[in-house]
Each structure stands twice: as C-alpha cells, then as structure tokens.
C-alpha cells in the first residue's frame, strides 16, 4: 500500500493543446504545426499528449496518426464521442503509438443529457457500459470523462464512474467544462467520488479545468489535493471560451508550493516551458499579455524601487521562482566573433536546441552573420536567429509563393505604390498597385498575383520587439476561412517587408489547406 501511495503522488500531466486549445477560435494549427507542438510536448516530458480529436476530419484524423507515429517518450491520446464509429475511428488514429490512450467522453448532468444527448439516465449508463467496454476490445489504456461533471447529481456521478470502471476504464475524468466549480467544491467532488465508488483504489483520477470564472488553475490544483493524480492542461491556457488550466501555471505551483503539495510532483522539464509558450504562441498568432504568470514578459520583472532595492539585496524578497527554473533567456552577454562552433552548439542546446551537423552549421553561418553586425550576441539574439531559421524551414515545406523583391513608393502627400515580384516553382509574377499606405498597397499587388480564396481577414497586428527605433517589427496576420485560421508571422527591421512575408505565410497555409480540401473531397 504504501509503495501505491508513492507512485501515486507523481501527478501525470496531460496536455490537451491539441484538441481542446486547438479547437478553440482562432487557435486552428496546420498539419505540421501540429507536430511541431507535439515534440515540444515530448521535450517538456508531459505524461500523455491529447493530440486531436480523431472522428472530427479526415485532417485531424492525419494529424494525430503522424503524432502517434512519431511520438515516442509520452503517452498519445485522442478523444471519441461514446459511439462505435468515434471509437473505431479513434482506435485507427492511434494504434501505432508507443503508448496509445483512448479517451472516451459522455455528458452527465441533466442539462446535457435533456438538451445535448437527448437521453435519459439510464441510457447514459448503459451507453457508458457498452462503449467503454467496445474500447476495452482494442487496449486497455482507457480514460473515461463525465463531461460537465461538476454540475451534475453526485450519485448518478458515482454510478457512471463506477459502471465504466468495471467495464475497463482506468482514469477517471471529471471536467469542469462550463468553468463553473470552485476550489473546494473540486476537492470535494474528487473526494467524494473516491469515496462513494467501490473500486475507486483501482484506476487514476483525473481533472480538466475551464477558466470562465478565473478559477482554473486553483480548481485542478484542489483536485489534485482530492486525490486526482492527473492534470488536464494546455500550454499558455488556450481553449475553449476562457481558456483551459494553463500547464505552466499547475506545474509550477506544485514545484514551488511543496509545503502545501508534499511529493506531489510532475516530471515535466520546466526549464522548458518558456521555450514551449513561445512557440505555441508563435502558431496561433498571438502574444503572451504581459502580466500572465509564468510566461507573462512582466513575470519576472522588476520596476517599482522598492522592489528593485530588495531583488539586489536577495532575489528571495520578490521571487518566488526564478527565470532560469524556466526557461526565460536573462541577457547575458554570451558569444562574440572568436567562439567557435563548438561554444555555439554548447549554449544552443542549453536553450534547449539540440541540433544535427547540417542544422548547426547553417547556424554558425548566420550566427558568423551576426557577429559582424553586433559586437556581442546574446542568447535573446540566438532565440530570434533560431525563430527565423524554423520559419524559413516552414515556408520551404508549406511551399507556395515566395518573395523575390518589392519596392514601395510613400509620402505624406501622394498615394502609395508599391511593385513586387512572387515567385512559384520557378514561375515568377510581377505586379503593381496602388493604396493607403505602403502595406495596403503591397498586399492589394500580392493579391493580384495570388488571387486568394474568398476569406475575412481577423488580425494585422504590428509591435516592435525593442524600445528602439532600429528595433525589429513583428507582424502578425491572421485570415479566416472555412471557420479555420490562418496565421503568418514575421520579423523585419523593415516593416513593410515582414507586414509582405507574415501576410504571404498566412496566404501560403490557407492555399494549401484548400488545395488539401479539394483532393480530399474529390476522392469522396
Ligand atoms: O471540457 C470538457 O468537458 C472536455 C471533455 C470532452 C473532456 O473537454
Ligand atoms: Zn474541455
């Protein structure tokens, strides 16, 4: 017994940034930005990685069947409906992983069973029966979800819980998924299931949290001191509406807070969280708001004299946690134009960036670049240099067109102009237009050329990365189309030319996301 209560207290982090983030507006992730979480996922060392809901479309179908091939060091989930085609599907998406984990879900309270399922209690049992047992025929890793769990009738909650582990579930899922609990009602919940459900020593508990009312974090947090030995979580929070509980956040609590969570522990690696914010971050388009906790670019800033006084007397007086514990590039002065290969390929990996010869010496080249241009080169500098690296490799395997030049013609007193010239597997195409402004009339040239698919155009967003006026411009774009978006991304110290290669990018995902959609409904 006491050897269970050890391996109990390791929590399991399962990162569901891929289905529930992912499914949230205006986090849709391509193919291969999909994958490229999943090894981020794979290197921070969570438990399992929720990588999509299978039976939604042939592309998430694809996408989490990559992820399960390629996977190898974390267990990989996808979710089904409680019904034999998702199941079925599921299972195919799946059955390749290392550790494959099918997770099952069926709605519990009275207002989704009468209004979403149309079904009454006792179908919902026998339903849950006869799913879970359908799974148990394929493997036997098997997580079972009470969707809306927290506002449902406790005993029936016992009753499903209980009808799914003696037909082969082995973690239980209790979701706040309306975001509706609070901390002592989830502790309370998880406790009392435990104690209400005969087996219950048997199998995992499990929470997943949703932020509407501010509270996901705390929310798993009392779950995990009910008893819950897994955290469902997502990478910066994204999610549904307000968001899910944010990975950094649980983790980082836990780390910090162990007189309060005894050898409750993840065996995540968070030094490197920071790495993995950024790049989620990065994919959907969006920025980290400067207060968010942990990953926020104020969470270890320190403004206020006071404050500033008591950090350079002892860094304890006003962190509770330090930058390098995850992750965060401080800006130390690191390499100059005398290091070698070897001092570069050193620090890159202690950022977390372990690289083949190829891709090291592309590296050392523009790192070569950049020593003639800075006297030192920091590891904030290597980041971005590393950023723009894995956005030129991007570009390579979207394909589609290219920028090959542009000038642009502006003043305060005439209208822009601006010529430009694409290129697409060797053809070149060359326009010019004019419009308000340089940007304006760059992408009225580009879509001449490009002739895009009718879309909205959500974002185009401009900030610069220093307080300086050589600072670089990061430009963001974002398209919708088909209730998908389409995010571009780029940084320039010229910002007419990363507003042209950030709206490019996002044009580039969103043809071959077309082009993918009509070969698959030609072949139905
Ligand atoms: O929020 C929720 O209830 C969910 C389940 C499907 C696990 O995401
Ligand atoms: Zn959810």
Redesign the pocket.
């Known amino acids: 017994m006491a050897e269970i209560r050890d391996t109990m207290s390791q929590i399991k982090i399962f990162d569901?940034t891929l289905r529930?983030g992912e499914q949230s507006p205006g986090c849709s992730m391509n193919h291969r930005e999909k994958l490229k979480v999943a090894r981020c996922l794979e290197r921070l060392k969570v438990d399992v990685i929720e990588a999509g809901f299978a039976a939604a479309s042939p592309g998430d179908f694809e996408a989490v069947q990559a992820i399960a091939r390629t996977v190898k060091d974390c267990s990989v989930a996808t979710?089904a409906r409680s019904t034999i085609p998702d199941i079925d599907c599921a299972w195919g998406a799946i059955r390749e992983a290392a550790d494959p984990r099918l997770?099952l879900?069926i709605a519990t309270s009275p207002l989704h069973m009468e209004y979403k399922l149309r079904m009454t209690p006792e179908q919902v049992l026998e339903r849950t029966a006869q799913m879970v047992a359908h799974a148990r025929k394929y493997l036997s890793n098997i997580e079972f979800?009470c969707?809306?769990a927290t506002r449902s009738d406790l005993d029936f909650l016992i009753r499903v819980v209980d009808t799914a582990i003696r037909n082969g579930a082995t973690v239980i899922?209790l979701?706040?998924?309306t975001g509706y609990t609070t901390p002592d009602e989830m502790r309370r919940l998880i406790e009392s299931i435990r104690a209400g459900v005969p087996d219950s020593d048997l199998v995992e508990f499990s929470v997943?949290c949703?932020n509407d009312l501010g509270m996901a974090t705390a929310n798993a947090l009392a779950g995990v001191l009910g008893g819950a030995r897994q955290i469902?979580c997502t990478i910066n929070g994204i999610g549904?509406r307000a968001g899910n509980t944010s990975l950094e956040e649980v983790v980082m609590a836990m780390h910090t807070r162990t007189d309060i969570f005894g050898s409750c522990t993840s065996r995540v690696d968070t030094t490197q969280i920071s790495r993995a914010s950024k790049t989620v971050y990065n994919i959907i388009g969006q920025s980290a708001p400067l207060n968010k906790a942990i990953v926020g670019v104020n969470a270890f800033r320190h403004e206020s004299g006071i404050h500033q006084h008591g950090i350079l007397a002892n860094k304890q007086t006003y962190e509770i946690l330090t930058p390098e514990s995850v992750g965060v590039e401080t800006d130390n002065l690191v390499l100059g134009k005398h290091s070698g290969k070897h001092a570069l390929a050193a620090l890159l990996k202690e950022m977390g960036f372990d690289l083949d010869e190829k891709a090291l010496q592309r590296c050392f080249e523009e790192f070569k670049l950049l020593c003639d241009k800075k006297k030192s080169v920091t590891s904030r500098d290597l980041s971005a240099m590393m950023a723009r690296q894995s956005a030129s490799a991007d570009d390579e395997s979207t394909g589609g067109y290219k920028l090959e030049w542009f000038t642009v013609n502006t003043s305060n007193m005439t209208t822009s102009t601006c010529v430009i010239r694409l290129s697409l597997d060797g053809q070149i195409f060359e326009e010019a237009c004019t419009g308000d402004g340089p940007v304006d009339a760059a992408f009225a040239a580009i879509n001449r050329i490009v002739r895009p698919v009718e879309h909205g155009f959500e974002v185009f967003r401009f900030s610069g990365t220093s307080p300086a006026t050589d600072s670089m411009g990061e430009v963001t774009v974002k398209l919708t189309h088909n209730e998908r978006t389409f995010t571009g991304r780029a940084m320039n110290n010229n910002i007419v030319d990363a507003s042209i290669r950030a709206y490019l990018r996002a044009l580039n995902k969103m043809r071959a996301y077309v082009a993918r959609r009509a070969r698959y409904l030609a072949q139905q």
């Open positions: 569901t529930d979710l997770h879900f979800s969707e809306d899922n979701p706040d998924t997943h949703h469902e549904e």
